[in-house]
């Protein structure tokens, strides 16, 4: 999060120099850098206007898709304040959710769910506030419901961001939710040829990777998925020490690690480090 009027502020070209620390070293391996999306410009270019009108917007994926990506993007170049919060699965009664949104938005949290979500409001209603809810699909509807009492309640400057998997279709089973978002942002998995040249433009040593090796690695492990290309770099890099371009062996190696299969990237008959593993 900016400070108000920071020349940074809703540039998504600048999110990565002001991301979070702890997500960056949790999920990004060292050395690594936002890419910019057709999808995060989208989003955060919006924001304002969207804070200005008291909007919706839903982001809506499958698991690995880039959703806490672009949320920990979205937050990085806000210039009010953000409250990022995610609902645990465990969390599903009405009244534990409002729980948690109201110790994310305010700081404590105490009395009815109905108290709740008036301490919530009266806190929005005197200080501009981006709010994102991440894995929004555990929302009840009940609980939906009143967080669209928030948004639509003309707060002085106010914007929500509901994001989770298949969100879309737990929103649309309720009519009065799904009319009143402003943007949907749907994202998806990557073609192998979109995901090579996103994960060159993200790391140098993955720009000096054969590209071929990669179009390997997304069609035997990734799956146009970033959750599994980020957390297969950070292994090569943090436990196997790699550094400099991806090779095969270290390649196979993390692959097995990560799924108990080996899974052939060499020619055949080569024998890799994994397959020596697997006793074979």
């Known amino acids: 999060m900016l400070t108000e009027n920071h020349p940074h502020a809703w540039k998504p070209e600048h999110a990565n120099e002001h991301l979070d620390p702890d997500f960056r070293r949790t999920y990004m391996p060292p050395g690594s850098r936002l890419v910019v999306t057709p999808d995060m410009t989208r989003l955060i270019g919006g924001m304002p206007t969207a804070l200005d009108r008291c909007t919706a917007t839903v982001v809506s994926g ?31 009664a009405t009244r534990a959710q409002w729980d948690v949104l109201t110790t994310a938005i305010t700081g404590s949290a105490t009395g009815t ?28 509807h009940a609980a939906l419901r009143q967080l669209r009492w928030l948004w ?29 978002v ?51 770099l950070l292994k090569a890099a943090l436990e196997l020490g790699h550094t400099g371009p991806l090779t095969h062996e270290v390649a196979e190696e993390v692959i097995y690690d990560r799924t108990g299969a080996p899974l052939a990237l060499t020619p055949a008959g080569a024998r890799t480090s994994a397959l020596k593993k697997a006793g074979r």
């Open 113 to 140: 769910a109905h108290q709740l979500q008036h301490a919530a409001r009266d806190y929005l209603a005197a200080v501009p506030t981006l709010l994102i809810v991440d894995e929004a699909q555990h929302l009840s």
């Open 152 to 180: 639509t309640s003309r707060l002085p400057r106010f914007a929500i961001v509901l994001a989770g998997s298949n969100l879309n279709a737990h929103l649309d089973k309720e009519p009065s939710l799904a009319t009143r």
């Open 62 to 92: 499958p698991w690995g898709s880039g959703k806490s990506t672009l949320l920990q993007s979205l937050a990085a170049v806000s210039d009010v304040n953000t409250v990022l919060v995610e609902i645990p699965e465990s969390a599903g």
């Open 182 to 232: 402003n943007q949907r942002i749907l994202l998806r998995t990557h073609s192998t040829e979109l995901m090579v040249k996103r994960l060159q433009a993200s790391h140098p040593d993955l720009a000096a990777t054969r590209p071929q090796l990669l179009e390997l690695i997304d069609q035997a492990y990734g799956n146009g998925v970033w959750r599994n290309h980020s957390e297969m």
